[in-house]
């Protein structure tokens, strides 16, 4: 499943946690290398190529305690970064308008708990991935307050070690008055601070705005690199990504989109093959039968049976009074599932899938698999009584 944790693969540390984008990673290197680190940076690409990534990593290399042009992933202010609760790094975004918000407002403390809730929230899914999107209900413009913070913040803390950082994400959604704020900022950057801009319209910005700024053009991912980061990051089979990668348009987060969409329909596929296994209508269930075995694809049907030998070993995790990592939706339809039926059934089942799969390697007709596993999972969780 694409939402299970893993461990970080050492593959993903330091610089690679940003995918390709060797280029600007050699310039961003050779910046600190020549101690010719410029006050603002402004990432530009479109979306998903890890404009964010690349400005959230170079903030980590700049505080990274040891120094270097690599960050350590050891020392108290990577651990700081892995978190996003980074004393030096402050991120500016979208933000929802406070009730009565005047100029001078702390930009987040006039929102309420709730807003507050989703801020940290969506704070807490980039620091677990740069490249997740941040969703805050309502937030439909970066405000002046939250620029102005940036010169009240930068003047009051000047840090021991390392750079005060800003990083601005979205930047293109600063309104006119925001502009004209953090114009006045850059013409004056105060002191050792830096400012990292994102974006992925140049345009919508003012034009004195990306001139004071040295400009990093992202280009898309090629698909080589979309496929390595498919198969290490979301544990994707080779072929699958590869598919994956070829449809994405070089974007990372158009390549998660398009793997977790299928994932999505295809459970849902198998929920509905259980409730027709479960239920009365025994034609339905013949023809669903029929209609899944009908395109003859091996491999396909093999991932299917892992959807729903995973989603049964969802159920019994859940029955057996454990969490889950589930989408809300999912997670109502197993505790309903769950409920009817006992642990036994459930293992049952799981191992019946379990031999579905192993019949697929002997080269069994599909039809004939999928028929015999409908008929047996029918008789161990709908009617166990009858054996
Ligand atoms: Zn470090």
């Given at each position: 499943m694409l939402s299970e944790e893993r461990p970080v693969p050492t593959r993903l540390r330091g610089w690679n946690r940003v995918i390709g984008q060797r280029r600007v990673k050699e310039l961003l290197r050779r910046a600190i290398q020549t101690d010719q680190v410029a006050h603002a940076y402004i990432f530009i690409g479109p979306e998903g190529v890890g404009t964010d990534a690349l400005a959230l990593e170079f903030a980590r290399v700049l505080n990274c305690e040891p120094g270097g042009t690599e960050a350590c992933d050891q020392c108290a202010s990577c651990r700081q970064m892995d978190i996003l609760q980074h004393s030096n790094v402050r991120l500016v975004m979208p933000l929802p308008v406070g009730k009565n918000e005047k100029q001078g407002d702390d930009p987040i403390e006039v929102l309420t708990d709730d807003q507050i809730a989703s801020v940290r929230g969506a704070i807490a899914a980039k620091a677990k991935d740069p490249y997740a999107s941040i969703e805050i209900p309502r937030a439909t413009s970066i405000k002046i307050n939250s620029i102005r913070a940036i010169k009240r913040e930068a003047a009051l803390s000047r840090p021991e070690r390392g750079r005060n950082i800003f990083v601005i994400l979205r930047a293109e959604e600063m309104g006119a008055d925001a502009s004209n704020s953090l114009l006045k900022t850059l013409e004056e950057p105060p002191g050792d601070t830096v400012l990292l801009l994102t974006t992925?319209?140049?345009?919508?910005?003012?034009p004195t705005i990306v001139s004071r700024c040295q400009q990093i053009q992202c280009e898309r991912l090629s698909d080589d690199d979309l496929e390595e980061a498919l198969t290490l990051r979301?544990?994707?089979?080779e072929s699958l990504a590869h598919v994956v990668a070829q449809m994405a348009g070089g974007s990372y987060t158009a390549a998660r989109d398009i793997v977790s969409s299928d994932v999505r329909s295809r459970r849902a596929e198998a929920v509905n093959f259980l409730r027709l296994v479960l239920g009365k209508q025994r034609i339905q269930m013949i023809q669903e039968v029929e209609r899944l075995a009908s395109d003859n694809d091996r491999p396909a049907m093999e991932r299917w049976l892992r959807l729903l030998g995973g989603w049964l070993r969802d159920a019994l995790v859940l029955r057996e009074g454990r969490s889950v990592h589930a989408a809300a939706e999912d997670l109502q339809a197993l505790q309903s599932f769950t409920s009817r039926f006992s642990v036994a059934d459930l293992s049952g089942a799981v191992l019946r899938v379990e031999r579905a799969i192993a019949d697929l390697d002997k080269n069994l007709y599909l039809l004939l698999i999928l028929t015999t596993l409908a008929m047996d999972l029918r008789r161990l969780i709908a009617e166990p009584g009858r054996e």
């Open positions: 992925m319209d140049r345009d919508a910005l003012l979301d544990g994707l089979e």
